[in-house]
């Protein structure tokens, strides 16, 4: 059974910065890439950021220079660094995978819960 469990949303306010985490269970981490995608209120789930297999990022330009992504395989863990955040950025943030995720084209099956992060003014 695959699992993603995302932590580490809250709530912070503007400039401020966030690291979420996502724990990956019940695949061969290393040989799938992982992507995070957010969810604002009234929006449609949106890409935000991508790791291949050899960790080489994929960041929209809505959001590079602010956010950044990392994995480490011996955890079967990645990660989302926000900087310099914004009430625009509010939202539920996800973890995403699966063999048919194409980063920044489309997502993979599996997805996490979702964590929430509000940025407030």
């Known amino acids: 059974q695959v699992q993603l469990v995302e932590s580490g949303g809250g709530l912070v306010q503007a400039g401020g910065s966030l690291r979420l985490s996502c724990g990956v269970s019940g695949i061969r981490f290393s040989i799938y890439s992982m992507a995070w995608y957010r969810q604002a209120p009234g929006k449609q789930r949106e890409f935000i950021a991508g790791?291949?297999?050899?960790?080489?990022?994929n960041i929209p330009d809505s959001v590079r220079g602010r956010f950044d992504i990392s994995r480490d395989n011996t955890k079967d863990e990645y990660y989302l660094q926000m900087n310099s955040l914004k009430p625009e950025n509010t939202a539920v943030y996800y973890c995403?995978?699966?063999?048919?995720?194409?980063?920044?084209?489309?997502?993979?099956?599996?997805w996490g819960q979702g964590t929430q992060v509000t940025v407030s003014s």
């Open positions: 790791i291949t297999t050899g960790g080489s990022a």
């Open positions: 995403n995978t699966g063999l048919s995720l194409l980063l920044g084209v489309r997502p993979g099956p599996y």
